[in-house]
């Protein structure tokens, strides 16, 4: 069965022990300006979520198994906050293997200069140097050590990975060039910082068999869980914010016999500690960007 569950993924008490293969996520970026602004109170706050869910993850994630989070440092009014070295040595003090980390590239023409780098054209000196940020971490952490022999040969043939993709694609180096989701003004995705399929479709491929269930613990618009569908997989999301509910059914097709996923196909949980946060955070993202103008001018 697949599920939907708008609260936190603190607690996952909706899954049993061991029943999750994959897990792919992007948490929330810590108060991000144009993203999650004023999300959390402090950076403790945003650690402290980080350890309950990496403590979930531990429980209802099988033997061996992999979870995958993009994520990256956070500027908060130019403050730079270790993003990537914090959740890394969270998990790895909850027990997980720190497998590896791919940096994921994007194209260098879809970067505009942004305030950090502009300092430098106005004061091209040493020590004004700020670079613009092309990248983010792929981290994957590993829950002990997988036992290749308990898939059967079926399941490994039926889950195989096309090695022309592999090669073509170069999913063997420790970069990924990949185009990020563009703000189009008519996305799906307005206003949410979704990560693009390519990435959700490599570490599913390269992580996971046909028929094991994927979970995404910060769901936002379900490219996780579409991908999970799209590949065979069962899908589990948590999503705390309420608002992004027609969102993500929209994505998934559920209702829409196109997709053949309709509403009886998932379980969708609405628990007492889901919140409404999406009109609140875009006012807060114009508010930001109205500041940003005035001081640029």
């Not at 491929?205 to 769901?219: A, H, Q």
Request: with cysteine; charged share 30%; proline share 4%.
């Amino acid at each position: 069965m697949n599920k939907l569950v708008f609260g936190s993924s603190e607690d996952m008490h909706e899954l049993a022990d061991k029943s999750v293969h994959l897990v792919v996520t992007s948490p929330p970026y810590f108060n991000a300006p144009f993203d999650y602004p004023d999300l959390f109170d402090t950076y403790d706050q945003f650690l402290n979520l980080m350890r309950k869910v990496a403590k979930e993850i531990k429980r209802v994630l099988d033997d061996g198994r992999i979870a995958c989070f993009v994520c990256d440092d956070t500027l908060v009014n130019g403050s730079k906050f270790p993003v990537v070295a914090d959740i890394t040595r969270i998990f790895f003090e909850e027990g997980f293997k720190y497998r590896d980390k791919i940096v994921w590239v994007k194209p260098e023409g879809y970067i505009r200069i942004s305030r950090r780098s502009g300092v430098m054209l106005q004061h091209p000196y040493p020590m004004y140097f700020y670079p613009d940020n092309l990248q983010e971490s792929i981290l994957i952490f590993q829950n002990g050590n997988f036992d290749y022999s308990k898939i059967p040969n079926s399941i490994k043939e039926e889950s195989k990975i096309n090695l022309d993709e592999w090669s073509k694609d170069k999913w063997f180096l420790s970069v990924w060039k990949i185009t990020n989701v563009l703000p189009f003004s008519n996305r799906l995705e307005k206003g949410i910082a979704a990560f693009p399929e390519e990435i959700a479709y490599r570490l599913i491929k390269l992580f996971s068999y046909k028929g094991e269930t994927v979970l995404d613990p910060f769901l936002g618009s379900g490219t996780t869980l579409k991908v999970a569908l799209d590949l065979g997989r069962k899908a589990v999301g948590y999503e705390l914010d309420l608002e992004l509910l027609d969102v993500i059914k929209e994505k998934l097709g559920i209702g829409k016999q196109a997709r053949l996923v309709d509403a009886e196909q998932f379980d969708i949980v609405i628990r007492d500690d889901a919140k409404h946060l999406r009109k609140e955070l875009q006012r807060r993202i114009t508010e930001q960007k109205s500041v940003t103008k005035k001081t640029e001018k």
